[in-house]
């Protein structure tokens, strides 16, 4: 069994930080790609922010400068600092991971449930 869990979210004030991370745990290989993405009500989900399988890290256009996303692997952790948000940054924030559960060649696409990010005064 693998588990994919984000932490962090809340409500925060416009120019506020919130810091969110998405711990995996369970029968793990390896653990490749980590990727954030987010959705906002009546959006489409759209990734954030995260780091490819080659270890290049890329943030979207519309959160450079202000996130900035990290990894520590020997904890299988990926966090995302949320710097200067605003009101466009309300959504549900999601991780995927890409994992290789113990005993497959293969890796699968595991999400976590889901931390909602309100910016509102």
């Known amino acids: 069994q693998v588990q994919v869990v984000e932490s962090g979210g809340g409500k925060v004030q416009p120019g506020g930080s919130l810091r969110l991370s998405c711990a995996a745990s369970?029968?793990?290989?390896?653990?490749?790609?980590m990727t954030w993405y987010r959705q906002a009500p009546g959006k489409q989900r759209e990734s954030v922010a995260g780091?490819?399988?080659?270890?290049?890290?890329f943030y979207a256009d519309s959160v450079k400068g202000r996130f900035t996303f990290s990894r520590d692997n020997a904890r299988n952790t990926m966090y995302l600092q949320m710097n200067n948000l605003n009101p466009e940054d309300t959504a549900v924030y999601y991780c995927k991971a890409a994992i290789a559960p113990t005993g497959s060649p293969i890796g699968y696409d595991y999400w976590g449930q889901g931390t909602q990010v309100t910016v509102s005064s």
């Open positions: 369970g029968s793990i290989f390896k653990l490749y790609a």
């Open positions: 780091i490819t399988d080659g270890g290049s890290p």
